[in-house]
T-cell receptor
Framework: NAGVTQTPKFRILKIGQSMTLQCTQDMNHNYMYWYRQDPGMGLKLIYYSVGAGITDKGEVPNGYNVSRSTTEDFPLRLELAAPSQTSVYFC?????????????FGPGTRLTVT | AQSVTQLDSHVSVSEGTPVLLRCNYSSSYSPSLFWYVQHPNKGLQLLLKYTSAATLVKGINGFEAEFKKSETSFHLTKPSAHMSDAAEYFCVVSDAGGADGLTFGKGTHLIIQP
């Protein structure tokens, strides 16, 4: 059981380039999330999805886009990379958002924009 | 609105001595509370969670936490620290609200001295 997988593990982008961070889960969870983690900070929610075809903005959505065409996949798109997007990105999934269901996290993608 | 305050950014203990990581929360609803651990360059792993059942919650690797509503606290403890406990620990609150409901503390870096 792979859980939540993310690719790539590391990436260096030049300013203005674009890329897609991939996230896949095999637990048949409806809820999926993208977070960023900056040094000395907790995780900040970028976007989330409550099911295929449904996405919504989190706390820090500017500069990012998402799509959710299947239950398993939830890619995060950076269109015009900026140095402020240098961060570690985590994808997560959960069975539900209520009742204390935990979120399962992927291993993260470390992105540097120079 | 909900928020989490981890009272110490760094905690240093000697191997074999007790661990106390402090967390205070605020929530408009009956919250669910979690502690996650993040080892270097790894994703987040759930240690334990409180979901309005027993106020003393036992987790993995000998950790436990006590929910104290009167003090709005959810401190994490372990009787005897092990070198492998060195990691970043996040206190997380989820109220009864919507799908974006997780709020992370800024983390406590636990250092274990030999």
């Amino acid at each position: 059981n792979a859980g939540v997988t993310q690719t790539p593990k590391f990436r260096i982008l030049k300013i203005g380039q674009s890329m897609t961070l991939q996230c896949t889960q095999d637990m048949n969870h409806n809820y999926m999330y993208w977070y960023r983690q900056d040094p000395g900070m907790g995780l900040k929610l970028i976007y989330y999805s409550v099911g295929a075809g449904i996405t919504d903005k989190g706390e820090v959505p500017n500069g990012y886009n998402v799509s959710r065409s299947t239950t398993e996949d939830f890619p995060l798109r950076l269109e015009l990379a900026a140095p402020s997007q240098t961060s570690v990105y985590f994808c997560a999934s959960s069975y539900s958002a209520r009742g204390g269901y935990e979120q399962y996290f992927g291993p993260g993608t470390r992105l540097t924009v120079t | 609105a909900q928020s989490v305050t981890q009272l110490d950014s760094h905690v240093s203990v000697s191997e074999g001595t007790p661990v106390l990581l402090r967390c205070n929360y605020s929530s408009s609803y009956s919250p669910s509370l979690f502690w996650y651990v993040q080892h270097p360059n790894k994703g987040l792993q759930l240690l334990l969670k409180y979901t309005s059942a027993a106020t003393l919650v036992k987790g993995i690797n000998g950790f436990e936490a006590e929910f104290k509503k009167s003090e709005t606290s959810f401190h994490l403890t372990k009787p005897s620290a092990h070198m492998s406990d060195a990691a970043e620990y996040f206190c997380v609150v989820s109220d009864a609200g919507g799908a974006d409901g997780l709020t992370f503390g800024k983390g406590t870096h636990l250092i274990i001295q030999p």
